[in-house]
């Protein structure tokens, strides 16, 4: 990839550089970089082929400038089946974000059918055109490939959408951290309405019941509720072959910092 990374290493420490910065104000994170780099950090450290990250929960508490930023990790539970690992992201210091995973033994699928959801059936991304220059997202933090609806709409809504650069410098994103960074993108996709994305998320859990194939994660906007500037939102996630997990999150009412 030849796009300008999210971040930089320097020593213990990741540099954000322009690209991570967030929508709600110019001087802050993203938080699609926040949870990517939690997971990510948990993967190199604690994963392995044979455990699936099924579960990555992450609270994002602060909104965090564009300091450098630690993560430390800590094993809670290391199990021949299960294991658990706890992550927290600081910035300046001081604590933004914490993360919980649960990385589950690969093992053999039992017999047996059970009821799932109908099969997405929709087009492939290299059968869409990309948009146009000026409708890609945050001057094209990631490319996208709707399928229907848009964050201008109240129908439901279902897109692809690819990284276009790496989240580390020099550090080739993986399955778990492609999906890991998109999650995010369930939060203004299912919270969105006719006036614009009116909600910032403060969490994200991501649940894979297997890794994606290929570049390219759909998104199918499942649920979206809000009562007193309260929000949850659901999507369900998808590869190229087929339904992988969904991701989930609540939010808060927000106004843009110029």
Same mark, same amino acid.
């Given at each position: ?11 213990? +420490? ?18 699609? #970089?926040? @949870? ?6 948990? =993967? ?6 044979? /455990? !699936?990250?099924? +579960? ?6 602060? $909104? ?5 930023? =630690? #993560? ?5 539970? =290391?199990?021949?089946?299960?294991? %658990?690992?706890?992550? &927290? ?13 649960? $990385?589950? +033994? ?7 059918? %059970? ?6 059936? %929709?087009?492939?991304?290299? *059968? ?5 220059a000026s409708a890609r997202p945050m001057g094209g933090m990631w490319a996208t490939r709707r399928i229907a609806g848009d964050f201008g709409s109240v129908g439901q809504k279902r897109a692809w959408?690819?990284? @276009?650069? &790496? ?11 492609? %999906?890991?960074?998109?999650? *995010? ?25 297997? =890794?994606?194939?290929?570049?390219? !994660?759909? /998104?199918?906007? !499942? ?6 500037? !309260? ?8 590869? #190229? ?10 939010? $808060?009412?927000?106004? +843009?910092?110029?």
């Amino acid at each position: 990839m030849s796009n300008k990374p999210f971040f930089t290493v320097d020593g213990d +420490r990741f540099v954000p550089t322009d690209a991570a910065r967030g929508p709600w104000d110019p001087k802050s994170l993203h938080g699609r #970089v926040i @949870v990517g780099l939690l997971g990510a950090e948990i =993967e190199r450290l604690h994963g392995g082929p044979e /455990f !699936v990250p099924a +579960r990555l929960t992450v609270d994002m508490y602060r $909104l965090p400038d564009l300091s450098p930023a =630690e #993560v430390t990790t800590r094993v809670v539970r =290391e199990g021949y089946r299960i294991k %658990v690992i706890d992550a &927290e992201f600081f910035s300046a210091g001081v604590s933004a974000g914490r993360a919980t995973c649960q $990385l589950l +033994r690969r093992s053999e699928q039992p017999d047996g059918n %059970v009821w799932k959801p109908p099969a997405w059936d %929709v087009p492939k991304p290299d *059968d869409i055109p990309p948009p146009e220059a000026s409708a890609r997202p945050m001057g094209g933090m990631w490319a996208t490939r709707r399928i229907a609806g848009d964050f201008g709409s109240v129908g439901q809504k279902r897109a692809w959408i690819s990284e @276009v650069r &790496e989240l580390v410098e020099g550090r080739p994103l993986t399955p778990f951290v492609r %999906v890991a960074g998109a999650a *995010d993108f369930a939060s203004p996709f299912a919270n969105a309405g006719d006036q614009g994305l009116k909600y910032i998320n403060s969490d994200v859990t991501l649940y894979l019941h297997r =890794e994606p194939v290929g570049e390219w !994660v759909g /998104f199918e906007v !499942v649920n979206h509720g809000a009562t007193e500037g !309260v929000a949850i939102g659901e999507c369900f996630l998808y590869d #190229v072959e087929g339904r992988i997990g969904s991701a989930s999150c609540c939010a $808060l009412t927000q106004r +843009r910092r110029a």
